[in-house]
């Protein structure tokens, strides 16, 4: 099942992105944090969907990074229970079976 989940944390901006507007580079840093990455309460996570909140960020010592507390919005998979998601079978193997999600080849 698809969801939209808000998230609140603690992002780290580097130096080299300080440069760019705030909401770029806290974007960035968001999707090089979450995107990708798989949650037991969330699912996968697919895309940072939109930035509701960016505090002001404070620099800690020894750390040359900016952290901004901020509230966004993640877009997420998570298979539930007696879902069916329809797909092409890409391989058998001993242990289960791989299969393309449709919606993910049409991107």
Known sequence: ??????????????????????????KESIEEK????????????LAVKEIDEVKEGMVLPGDPSVQYPVRFKLLTWMPREHEVVEGEVVDITEFGAFIMDWSMSLR
């Open 1 to 26: 099942m698809y969801q939209v989940v808000t998230v609140e944390d603690e992002i780290a901006v580097p130096p080299t992105k300080l440069g760019l507007n705030i909401k770029n580079s806290v």
């Open 34 to 45: 979450f995107e990708g990455k798989i949650d037991n309460e969330i699912g996968v996570v």
